[in-house]
């Protein structure tokens, strides 16, 4: 299994427990995983919050990588101790300690539990050295799967052809005659005179033309009519 990235942000603490009798506590926390031999030596610690005592404010963020499979089976714990800032030495206040499996199974990037930014906020009791509960402590944090990269180059990207030959500058356009309409034939070449140019629609062939003899007769006949009678045949007028 892949290692996970746990991102935590360690917020604040309350009621803590009062260790100074004279002047004010000023505290910090330190953050380690235990249970991974490859972690063993990594701990983050936060800032010093010189103002708020047995209530610091810290907002202060870690990461870590988690072994998914130490997680799963249970032997891994998220450590986090409060130690009161002294020249001489800090001063142990308490610690947390929450199993890594707790944290994987109610994780808001496995159930979508969590705010905007996909980060659970937690509350916990503080154990003081003693065992007492004392004071809590308030973090967030969710898990990120790493991402991979594969080795192998990715294939050629396939070409692309536009959707219509018209589209692409490189082809002249090309022209295909309609489909032929099916049901209807055309017309046989009238006798004598050139194909029409535009082609009709006929259900049925037409008759055919009657065939065309030669005429003996003139093709224009001229009716002869008697002259009228001139003037000089009737008699003259009395």
């Keep these: ?6 991102e935590l942000n360690i917020y604040s603490a309350k009621d803590l427990e ?46 870590f990588s988690v072994d998914q499979r130490l997680a799963r089976e249970g032997r891994l714990t998220l450590v986090v101790k409060l130690v009161c800032d002294r020249i001489f030495g800090g001063k142990d206040l308490g610690e947390v300690q929450v199993p890594v499996l707790e944290l994987l199974n109610s994780s808001p990037s496995f159930n979508g539990d969590g705010n905007g930014n996909g ?10 050295p003693s065992g007492k509960g004392q004071g809590s402590l308030t973090f967030s944090y969710r898990f990120d799967m790493p991402s991979f990269k594969s080795d192998v180059p990715a294939s050629p990207a396939s070409p692309v052809y536009p959707n219509s030959i018209d589209a692409s500058p490189d082809f002249p356009s090309a022209t295909y005659p309609p489909p032929s309409q099916v049901g209807f034939y055309p017309p046989p070449p009238s006798i004598g005179y050139p194909p029409s140019s535009q082609p009709q629609e006929y259900s049925a062939p037409p008759y055919p033309y009657p065939h065309q003899y030669d005429s003996p007769y003139p093709e224009h006949l001229v009716t002869a009519y008697p002259p009228s009678p001139s003037a000089s045949n009737y008699p003259p007028s009395s």
């Design 1 to 6: 299994m892949a290692n996970l990235t746990l």
């Design 18 to 63: 009062n260790v100074n009798l004279i002047t004010k506590m000023d505290v910090y926390a330190v953050v380690w995983i235990n249970g991974d031999d490859s972690q063993k030596n990594h701990k983050e610690k936060t800032a010093v919050d010189r103002t708020g005592e047995s209530e610091p404010t810290w907002n202060h963020a870690v990461k």
């Design 119 to 128: 980060m659970r906020f937690v509350t916990y009791q503080v154990r003081t």
